[in-house]
């Protein structure tokens, strides 16, 4: 079990968390740009969820801060969705 909380700290380094992603930074982001980040901030949850799993983790908030970065992704998917269809409306 102690070889398994080495690797799983060794993990911990080498993807450290990034910082909040805020809502004006990912209005900037292209659509393609959005997808990316959202698959990759999915991968990175499920990696750390499988992390505090196995041992528990330092900061616990991570998976947190990972489940919020991801909804504000979502939102501004969902956002961009919603204008699109508004412009499609309103051209017809």
Do not use: C, F, G, W
């Amino acid at each position: 079990m102690h070889h398994i909380a080495q690797i799983v700290k060794a993990i911990e380094h080498i993807a450290p968390t990034k910082r909040k992603m805020e809502q004006k930074v990912i209005r900037e982001l292209t659509t393609a740009e959005v997808l990316e980040r959202l698959d990759e901030e999915r991968r990175q949850l499920t990696k750390l969820k499988l992390n505090h799993a196995v041992s528990p983790l330092e900061n616990p908030n991570k998976i947190k801060a990972y489940r919020k970065t991801l909804a504000r992704l979502l939102t501004e998917l969902r956002r961009r969705q919603n204008a699109e269809k508004i412009t499609k409306t309103e051209k017809s």
